[in-house]
């Protein structure tokens, strides 16, 4: 079973607040994780990633955190920016090909002014 | 500077008509990727291609062709549409081969068939 699974369809926080967006996964052979950015009407684009051999990747506002007992990793953005309304898809190689990339459904995060 | 390209925007077809997607990258990557994403779901590949002449099936391929022309042109072709395949269309390519490589992204075809 190779899943990715955004559970939030959607987050609304304040400006200037932390947003967390999380993302389980089911295969323990994942080693891979990257996340992208949608806007509307246009074409995902990448955020940041993490190895499986890390536990943390900071890049400025952004830092992933990746919990491999529990499957689990989630987006961190502080503070958060109008700017940063989109869609956030996190998404794993699969284990069985070298292609192929695993999608979770996103998550819509609204920043309140 | 441009990217990643794709042609049309939008599309309007009737159930059985054929019609081309077109993508075209500018940034002299190998790897080319088509993706649909429809609404509640992650993006699911469709087909890939390493290089020029190479292309390998992805997660929903079916009903659909492809073809690498040269390094910066890959279209997707449907024969005959089908309602089912009313979608967003994202091409995407990559520097290189892996998956774990980011990949860039075109602003999408919608493609609606009646």
């Known amino acids: 079973d190779q899943q990715v699974k955004q559970n939030s369809p959607s987050l609304s926080v304040q400006e200037g607040r932390i947003s967390i967006l999380n993302c389980d996964y089911t295969?323990?052979?994942?080693?891979?994780f990257l996340w992208y950015k949608k806007y509307p009407a246009e074409g995902p684009t990448f955020l940041i990633s993490?190895?499986?051999i890390k536990d943390k990747n900071e890049d400025g506002r952004f830092t992933v955190f990746l919990n491999k007992s529990a499957k689990h990793l989630s987006l961190h953005i502080v503070p958060s920016q109008p700017g940063d309304s989109a869609v956030y898809f996190c998404?794993?190689?699969?284990?069985?090909?070298?292609?192929?990339?695993?999608w979770g459904a996103g998550t819509k995060l609204i920043i309140k002014p | 500077n441009a990217g990643v390209t794709q042609t049309p925007k939008f599309q309007v077809l009737k159930t059985g008509q054929s019609m081309t997607l077109q993508c075209a990258q500018d940034?002299?990557?190998?790897?080319m990727y088509w993706y649909r994403q429809d609404p509640g779901m992650g993006l699911r590949l469709i087909y890939y291609?390493?290089?020029?002449?190479?292309?390998d099936k992805g997660e929903v391929p079916n009903g659909y062709n492809v073809s690498r022309l040269n390094k910066r042109e890959f279209s997707l072709r449907l024969e005959s549409a089908a309602p089912s395949q009313t979608s967003v269309y994202f091409c995407?390519?990559?520097?290189?081969?892996?998956?774990?490589?980011?990949?860039?992204f075109g602003d999408g075809t919608r493609l609606s068939i009646l």
């Open positions: 995407a390519s990559s520097e290189g081969s892996l998956s774990n490589q980011p990949q860039h």
């Open positions: 940034m002299n990557h190998n790897s």
């Open positions: 291609s390493a290089s020029e002449g190479t292309t």
């Open positions: 295969n323990s052979m994942f080693d891979y």
């Open positions: 993490i190895s499986s």
């Open positions: 998404a794993a190689p699969a284990a069985d090909s070298n292609y192929q990339l695993i």
